[in-house]
């Protein structure tokens, strides 16, 4: 059988399984490859919006996202199942060298017979995606959200001033340049700024609080960062157009 030694002992103390290891680093890799293109297929939909460009709904990065996600999310049943596998020889070390190839594929199908679409709620890069695009959208004031938020008719000067105010750092008090966003409480801040804040508390042994003013959130990790792309190229808009005001 691949993967095991030349010894003519039963044993699985002679099973090899770097082949099966190597293989796993590949699916790994694999999986790298499919968080680039989740990150290609959302840049294109923010440049969509950001161009106001209709596209096919047929061919939409949304259905391209939802491809991605199932993909992702098979190729970490797979990894989970292969993995299990051998953690169960390794612990079990059964007298007899089992089929793994079935016992991947037991596993594997139990964990596909798990599957919703609830499921991709748990995919980051596929709920980042969602709360980009909804947000962009609500930067540009386009038609769709704000009749699904309930601001059709709203003064259109009170929409735009309420966007320049959330271009704001709550720490610098200056406009973002890089903003990153707190998965947590949902408040963004200058990536520099945020970072420099949370390195500073933790060589003190503090947590670090958000620094908006009335959040309850009083423990931001790094981890609770994540770049906020609709931001920032909502901030870049509105400074070309400011620009071209002026010239």
């Keep these: ?111 596909q017979n798990k599957n919703s679409d609830a499921d991709f709620q748990n995919n980051e890069k596929f709920v980042q995606f969602k709360q980009q695009l909804k947000e962009l959208k609500k930067q540009y004031g386009l038609q769709a959200d704000r009749e699904a938020d309930g601001t059709e008719g709203v003064d259109e000067d009170m929409i735009v001033t309420q966007s320049q105010t959330n271009f704001i750092c709550p720490i610098t008090q200056l406009e973002m340049k890089k903003p990153v966003k707190n998965k947590v409480c949902g408040h963004t801040y200058e990536e520099e700024a945020i970072v420099r804040m949370i390195e500073s508390k933790h060589k003190r042994k503090k947590k670090a609080c958000c620094p908006k003013i009335g959040c309850s959130h009083t423990d931001i990790k790094m981890s609770d960062l994540m770049q906020d792309e609709a931001l920032r190229r909502a901030i870049e808009s509105h400074n070309k157009k400011k620009h071209r005001q002026f010239e």
């Design 1 to 111: 059988m691949p993967g095991r030694s030349s010894s003519n002992s039963g044993s699985t103390g002679f099973i090899s399984f770097s082949g099966v290891e190597s293989a796993l680093s590949s699916l790994k890799n694999f999986q790298a490859c499919i968080s680039s293109g989740m990150d290609t297929a959302s840049s294109v939909a923010l440049d969509l919006v950001e161009t106001q460009t209709e596209v096919s709904s047929e061919y939409s990065m949304d259905k391209a996202m939802i491809e991605f996600a199932i993909m992702d999310r098979q190729l970490n049943h797979y990894v989970k199942a292969v993995q299990s596998a051998i953690n169960h020889v390794k612990e079990e070390r059964p007298e007899k060298i089992p089929d793994l190839k079935s016992l991947v594929e037991k596993k594997f199908l139990a964990l």
